[in-house]
């Protein structure tokens, strides 16, 4: 049961496979070396596979608890995947944990709404940490935090997207608290921890990166940890200031 159970949340959590010129991969690490967490991601390519959705979703608590309702919300949040608005998306799942009525019910999510072919994307949050772009032309990393509540607390609730777009060179970092929040670093701390191990690869690219990562900054952390790149792959556009512009 316990292998049925792993195996079905991993399955769940495949990520599709995407164009030429596109990168993607997610690293996964339960709490205290267990075999199972509350964190999970769902994702589908959409209309007509222009559009990449993801949802990277950390359930309240740890251990067989949390997994189980991961399971259950994997299930039924791959499902609404693409079968509302992107916009829809949230509320429904809000709806849908409020009606399940647990006594520890409720969850944090981001979801990425991304165009394959332009690079510009919708981020949509419950409650979750930011998410992190790496611009190839600077150099630097930049918050993308969207406005929402906590899933699960009450009817009702918004959800406000910022967007953004992914350039050749760019990388989209999303991931849970458990990667860069602890009692003893707060989450300021933890990011630019973060930013500064993922500074690292930005020379020789992300292929791999994820669980490198994972393993750098939250190695030993007590709780589960998840972290997702996005890769638009290819040489940034020179800038003003670059050699490659001037004649001659």
């Known amino acids: 049961m316990l292998f049925d159970l792993r195996e079905r949340i991993r399955v769940q959590s495949k990520l599709p496979k995407l164009p030429s010129g596109w990168h ?37 608590g740890k251990g067989m608890d949390a997994a189980s309702r991961a399971l259950l919300l994997s299930g ?26 647990w006594d520890e019910g409720f969850a944090t999510s981001i979801h990425l709404v991304l165009d394959l072919d332009s690079g510009d994307y919708e981020l949509y949050s419950a409650g979750h940490p930011p998410g992190l772009q790496l611009s190839a032309g600077s150099g630097r990393w930049e918050e993308k935090a969207a406005d929402g509540p906590l899933l ?12 953004g777009s992914l350039r050749p060179g760019d990388v989209l970092m999303l991931f849970t608290d458990g990667l860069v929040e602890t009692s003893e670093r707060d989450i300021v701390e933890g990011i630019d921890r973060l930013t500064g191990e993922a500074d690292r690869y930005v020379a020789g690219g992300f292929h791999g990166a994820a669980w490198h990562l994972i393993e750098a900054v939250a190695k030993d952390v007590n709780d589960d940890r998840a972290l997702l790149l996005i890769c638009r792959e290819g040489r940034p556009p020179p800038g003003p200031a670059d050699p490659g512009t001037l004649g001659g």
């Open 152 to 163: 699960g607390v009450y009817d009702g609730a918004q959800f406000d997207s910022v967007k």
């Open 24 to 60: 993607r991969e997610m690293a996964l690490r339960p709490a205290g070396g267990q075999s199972f967490s509350g964190d999970f991601v769902v994702a589908a390519r959409t209309n007509g596979g222009r559009t990449l959705e993801v949802v990277l979703t950390d359930v309240s």
């Open 76 to 101: 039924a949040f791959g499902g609404l995947l693409g079968s509302l608005p992107p916009h829809a998306f949230l509320p429904a799942a809000n709806g849908y944990l409020l009606r399940q009525d």
